[in-house]
C-alpha cells in the first residue's frame, strides 16, 4: 500500500487553465501560482453576477481530535462522489494548513486517495497568506510579552494564559 505523499507525488496534475476553463473562468481571471495552482481574481465576482447562485456545501468540525476532524478527506471524497454522478462541482479549502501551523495534527491535504495536491505545497506554505497570519499572530504575541513585562493595566495573568508563537 503506498503511502500518502507517494500516492501524492504519483498524482497526474492537470493545468490550472484546463480546470478554470472547465468551470467557465476566464485564464485572464486566474491569478497564477505556478502551472498547477491559482487564486481567482476578485473581478471574476462581478463578471459571474447575473448567473444564478450554485449550491453550497459546507464541511465543518467542532471537536479536534488527536488524528484531525476530517474535513478535507470528507471534502475531497464528497466532490469526487458527486462528479462521478454527473453533478459539475468545485471544491473550495480556505487555506488548509491551520493545524501545522499552529503545532497540532494534520496535515491539510488528507490521505490515501481522497487527498489534495500538491501536498507539500500546501502543507509548507501554499500561496504565502499564511506567512501573513503567523506574523500577524506573532506580533500580537510579543505586544502581550511586552505589556505583561511592563505591568500593563489588563490584569493579565501569564501563568493562567498560553499564548504560542507560531511558525507556518
Known sequence: ?????EIARNA???PIHELA???????????PYGHDKAKIA??????????????LILVTAVNPTPAGEGKTT?????????????ERTLLCLREPSLGPCF????????GGQAQVV???DINLHFTGDFHAITSAHNLLAAMIDNHVHWGGESGI???RISWRRVMD
Not at 500500500?1 to 505523499?5: E, G, H, V
Not at 476553463?21 to 491569478?31: F, S
Not at 470528507?74 to 454527473?86: E, K, P, Q, Y
Open 1 to 5: 500500500m503506498p503511502t500518502d505523499i
Open 12 to 14: 497526474k496534475k492537470r
Open 21 to 31: 476553463e472547465a468551470l467557465e473562468i476566464d485564464v485572464a481571471n486566474l491569478i
Open 42 to 55: 476578485g473581478d471574476h465576482l462581478a463578471a459571474i453576477k447575473s448567473k444564478p447562485d450554485g449550491k
Open 74 to 86: 470528507t471534502s475531497v471524497g464528497l466532490t469526487d462522489a458527486m462528479n462521478r454522478i454527473g
Open 103 to 110: 503545532g497540532m495534527k494534520g496535515g491539510a491535504t488528507g
Open 118 to 120: 500538491p501536498m507539500e
Open 157 to 159: 495573568d501569564p501563568t
